[in-house]
């Protein structure tokens, strides 16, 4: 049975049909686990190539980071224009900020080409949690404009975030017209109907236990496939060893406040926000009218017990003057991280492919990482490559040690974003 997550997103999602687990023997060209936005991009790319594609998701479809997210859809990586061309030289990091780029897109597309309801908006702020900020973010905006040719952000100073945020926490910003935000479950329930129209099939409840080169066992029935697709991300768990020590996965928390009268003086702009802290906090404006507030992360996979009580000071920080509005929802899940906080793609032997690890920007790179398994099992693995000859280290321990050191650097850098 499905364990269910009180979030805001699960509220407020639209009705899904039945999708029962798989009984059985069962053949496809290509089994893709997990039902997020990976294996759902993944199954849906898949299919309209003409592939039998068969989809097993351990609960439901969006039951994961894909369907509890902030609902961000932020231009390029983790690492910004300056970064990106001090490890990879100019031409490689234009590359990979085009093909981010490219993930934005994608979003879009499909949202328009399948008349996906999900409450897509644009714009965002980048908002400096530090003064010291203020310069790098100058150089960041220079760098994308001159060397990644990308026109759309633009500095902002504190007078001016301030007529667009009711919040005097902020030193500045970079302002980014082509970024967005979305109701993320419904985008990946959306994917999941577009794939089920182009052919593929999706069982849920159909844990996968075992995996071997072109077979899968759950805990039902068997598949047998020619390709196989990993979509697991921080729910990989043990299924795959060999690339378990690669990520590390967090959890992060999200609340819903009631509807909201004031919510146009929050946000002017309805536009999404995120800061500058290596712990960040990230909010934005539902469509009816609630501050959607994500802040402080935990490693351990049980959950505080008080979700709300958890963030609510992380959101009075920014927003004081929401100190006697009522919380109506808070859940928490899952994501996943890599040493670069760069995407991990690749494939194993046996035919198996995967994208994990994508560090918080998982909305839009996810969708992207489905098109180019698509891509790589058609043949034309050139731009699955880009990502897949990204350098990764494991986690320092292995699966079994990489927690203590993990925990140990993050409180490092969350103490750093209190000075």
């Known amino acids: 049975m499905e364990r269910r997550v009180q979030s805001y997103y699960q509220a407020t999602a639209h009705p899904r049909p039945p999708r029962p687990p798989l009984e059985g023997e069962a053949s496809a060209d290509a089994c893709v686990v997990g039902g ?21 998701e351990a609960e439901s479809v969006g039951w994961g980071a894909s369907g509890r997210n902030g609902g961000q859809l932020n231009t390029g990586l983790r690492k910004g224009a300056g970064e990106l061309i001090a490890l990879f030289g100019r031409e490689q990091a234009k590359r990979l900020f085009d093909m981010a780029e490219e993930a934005k897109a994608l979003v879009r597309e499909r949202v328009q080409r399948h008349a996906i309801a999900c409450d897509l908006k644009p714009g965002s702020l980048y908002v400096a949690h530090k003064r010291s900020d203020l310069a790098w973010m100058r150089a960041e905006v220079e760098l994308q404009h ?47 109907g577009a794939a089920e129209a ?12 075992a995996l071997g080169p072109g077979e899968l066992r759950t805990a039902a029935g068997r598949v047998r496939a020619r390709y196989v697709v990993l979509g697991c991300n921080a729910y990989l768990d043990g299924l795959e060893p060999r690339i378990a020590s690669r990520i590390m996965p967090i959890a992060n928390y999200i609340l819903a406040t009631e509807p909201l009268s004031e919510a146009a003086e929050l946000i002017r702009d309805d536009v999404a926000v995120c800061d500058t802290k290596f712990v960040v906090d990230y909010f934005r404006l539902s469509a009816d009218r609630r ?57 194993l032997a046996g035919d198996i492919y995967f994208a994990q690890g994508y560090s918080g920007q ?58």
């Not at 975030?161 to 970024?179: K, Q, T, V, W």
């Not at 182009?198 to 236990?209: D, F, K, N, Q, Y």
């Open 146 to 192: 001159e060397a990644l040719g990308y026109r759309s952000t633009r500095f902002l100073a504190k007078a001016e975030l301030e007529e667009r945020l009711a919040s005097r926490r902020y030193h500045g910003a970079i302002e980014d017209a082509d970024a967005g935000h979305l109701h993320p479950l419904n985008y990946a329930l959306g994917l999941a």
């Open 362 to 419: 998982g909305l839009a790179l996810a969708s992207l990482a489905g098109k180019l398994i698509a891509e790589a099992v058609s043949g034309t693995a050139e731009r699955f490559d880009v990502f897949a000859k990204l350098p990764h280290r494991a986690f320092p321990g292995g699966t079994w040690l990489r927690k203590p050191a993990l925990v140990l650097g993050m409180l490092w850098y969350a103490l750093r974003d209190r000075l």
């Open 36 to 56: 997020g936005l990976t294996g759902l991009s993944a199954a849906l790319h898949l299919a309209e190539r003409g592939y039998r594609t068969l989809l097993l």
């Open 291 to 347: 501050l959607l507030f994500g802040g402080g992360e935990a490693y351990s996979r049980e959950p505080p017990a008080d979700i709300a009580g958890f963030v609510r000071p992380h959101m009075l920080r920014v927003f004081p003057q929401l100190a006697g509005r009522r919380i109506d929802y808070a859940w928490g899940g899952l994501l996943a991280i890599t040493m670069n906080r760069l995407p991990h793609f690749g494939r």
């Open 198 to 209: 182009a052919g593929a099939r999706i069982c849920e409840g159909s844990r996968v236990l």
